[in-house]
């Protein structure tokens, strides 16, 4: 009698325990479900503290004449035929002005590669005619150490500080070049630019010039490889007969459009016919909803780099490191007399490192 109750308490224990433990099964369930209705409120076109700072800007072009203008189109294919033997191919068309200007969004933040970077990216966009470049920076003021190394190359642009808003920087996957892209498409909106493409190019990425005579016609949206992504090294439309039929990425992860951000380009008049297009900030799936945003079909893309059997754009990445502070024994004046007080500045001013008397 006694053991059966026992037993019976026991039982009792169990049952309570098993409840406790499907209810928490219950709310961790019901919590990653609640997640995508999370993501519903990323897509505001305008957040109330959304910021579109115009920083500096130019629309004349001082570049002198352009190295690229007749650069032969050589393909990289192993060629069986003997080499030279083909006639070179203009890369770039002589330009006279009519063509559709070539939007390329550069989002950017503060960090101690960033002039090195804009200088990497600043020196290829020379050779790129009718071109505008709108390099976004994530902070709220505008940083006039970029604005010197934008402006010198000539090119036109636009500088904006268009800060990430406070509430994503927090998360540990926040969704970075968003607020950027964002700031950017409401740029062109603004300014009623429905002439032209738009590109998003990052400033750690290596872009082969023919990439710019490929994407300057876009009709609607055209795709193309884009090398050094991914566990496959590559990421591309899957094409057959001249046409996209699928997607060969290594992170498909139920996106729509698994391609990456330098992976399309869009025409402007194309961008136009969705006043809602938008980007939301939701780290991963960036091109995917931008892409469905701007309604975009399968049979609306045409595939470039000769029916994506080339690779124009690549996701070169470069490796980060922290700013270290330098400890400098010496005093400022001394210093000054040698290179290196100028030098030392000119570091500190571009975020490279720091420099201090006594850490
Ligand atoms: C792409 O493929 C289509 C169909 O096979 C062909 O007609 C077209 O010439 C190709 N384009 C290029 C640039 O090779």
């Not at 500096?56 to 035929?81: H, M, V």
């Not at 060969?248 to 194309?270: I, T």
Request: net charge positive; proline share 6%.
């Amino acid at each position: 009698m006694f053991t059966s109750r026992a037993c019976i308490v026991l039982r009792q224990r169990k049952v309570f325990f098993l409840l406790v433990a499907f209810i928490f099964v219950l709310l961790f369930v019901f919590g990653s479900f609640s997640n995508p209705e999370d993501y519903e409120k990323e897509y505001p076109l305008q957040l109330e503290n959304e910021q579109l700072v115009i920083c500096y800007e130019s629309n004349t072009d001082y570049r002198k004449s352009l190295y690229a203008t007749n650069l032969p189109d050589i393909t990289d294919e192993p060629s069986t035929t003997q080499r030279n033997n083909h006639q070179p191919q203009a890369l770039q068309q002589p330009v006279n002005g009519t063509e559709p200007v070539i939007y390329f969004v550069t989002p950017t933040y503060p960090r101690r590669e960033q002039i090195a970077e804009i200088i990497r990216l600043g020196q290829t966009l020379m050779h790129v005619p009718r071109l505008h470049w709108i390099v976004a920076d994530d902070t709220t003021s505008c940083s006039d150490v970029l604005n010197r190394h934008i402006r010198k190359f000539g090119i036109p642009y636009t500088q904006l500080a268009s800060p990430m808003p406070e509430m994503y920087r927090a998360r540990k996957n926040a969704p970075r070049g968003v607020a950027n892209r964002r700031a950017a498409l409401n740029w062109i909106r603004r300014n009623q630019k429905k002439t032209g493409v738009l590109y998003f190019g990052d400033d750690d990425n290596t872009f082969d010039l023919k990439l710019f005579s490929e994407i300057r016609y876009t009709k609607k949206v055209s795709m193309f490889p884009v090398g050094l992504i991914g566990d496959y090294g590559i990421s591309s439309p899957i094409v057959r007969n001249g046409r996209v039929e699928g997607f060969f990425d290594s992170w498909p992860a139920k996106r729509k459009w698994p391609v990456d951000m330098a992976g399309f380009a869009v025409s402007l008049e194309y961008l136009a016919l969705s006043p809602n297009a938008t980007m939301p900030f939701k780290a991963g799936y960036e091109e995917d909803e931008f892409l469905k945003s701007i309604g975009l079909k399968l049979e609306d893309i045409e595939p470039k780099a000769r029916n994506c059997t080339e690779i124009l754009v690549w996701h070169t990445q470069t490796k980060s490191s922290k700013s270290p502070t330098v400890r400098i024994s010496m005093d400022r004046q001394k210093l000054d007399k040698l290179n290196l007080g100028a030098l030392l500045r000119r570091l500190e001013s571009m975020g490279v490192n720091h420099i201090s008397e006594s850490e």
